[in-house]
């Protein structure tokens, strides 16, 4: 699913994507708002499951993911992928509580859920309670919770975790059942520490020539974000299947990838 721009000869581009979600916004905004044609190329936006995304990106049925965690541990496994741009130096991550957990203190003996140990979403829900006072071990404890995503249902189902650390698609969707966001992971965390030097691409990708392209067409889009509020918003209530005011939350900008 996805918008899709139209040009009869243009190059098609396929983008991979774990879940609708504001942190690749310029790419939707960008495809939705026709920023590919004049580098003639055809954006189609996948939704597709990283641990499928990632051989996708091998066997070349992929062209890009939106998923930077799964695909900077591939590379560290010797997979020859390439990341091609971060548009934003903060997360776009937010600490969200179950019901009646509103602030830092309500944390306090309570368990985080988070998708795996030893995952990216692990170590900044680490670095975020620490950044909150609240030290994992002392006071609260991560805990393994299921799917990224889905921790705060199983909470509200079952009691078991208290809060998670989720995305904008799950603060849209706490919102609605009265959850409130702790604090933003981009409130926390000094920029400094996400800004790394590029790695050296790997020779031979078949994707390099479009690259820059690519990149034009996505910092059209980071510029449209940006600049054009109602757009944006209809953007993302079409993207989320939601209602205009809730698109129009107020969700502070952080890491977006492509």
């Known amino acids: 699913m996805g918008f899709r721009a139209g040009l009869a000869r243009a190059e098609k581009i396929i983008f991979a994507y774990p879940s609708p979600s504001t942190s690749f916004l310029p790419l939707v905004g960008g495809a939705k708002e026709s920023f590919f044609d004049p580098e003639n190329l055809q954006p189609e936006l996948v939704q597709i499951r ?8 091998t ?10 965690g799964s695909t900077i541990a591939a590379r560290m496994r010797g997979v020859p992928l390439v990341i091609t741009g971060v ?3 903060k997360p776009m991550d937010f600490l969200v509580g179950a019901k009646g957990i509103a602030s830092a203190k309500d944390l306090k003996g309570k368990i985080i859920g988070i998708s795996a140990l030893g995952t990216a979403t692990h170590f900044l829900t680490v670095r975020v309670l620490k950044a909150v006072g609240s030290r994992p071990g002392k006071g609260c404890d991560p805990a393994r919770g299921g799917r990224r995503g889905t921790t705060l249902a199983g909470a509200r189902a079952r009691g078991l975790v208290q809060a998670s650390l989720l995305g904008s698609q799950g603060v849209i969707e706490g919102e609605k059942a009265g959850l409130k966001v702790i604090v933003a992971a ?19 990708s078949k994707k390099i020539p479009s690259r820059s392209r690519v990149l034009r067409a996505g910092l059209r889009g980071l510029r449209y974000v940006q600049d054009n509020k ?3 918003v209809d953007v993302i209530q079409s993207w ?12 502070r900008p952080g890491a977006q990838v492509f």
Do not use: C, H, K
């Open 50 to 57: 990283p641990a499928v995304a990632i051989p996708g990106l």
């Open 59 to 68: 066997l070349g049925s992929v062209d890009y993911t939106t998923v930077l």
């Open 87 to 89: 548009f934003a130096d």
């Open 186 to 204: 981009a409130d926390v965390i000094d920029e400094s520490a996400f800004r790394r030097r590029q790695p050296r691409p790997w020779p031979n």
């Open 230 to 232: 109602a757009g944006t």
């Open 240 to 251: 989320y299947r939601v209602e205009r005011e809730m698109a129009a939350v107020d969700l």
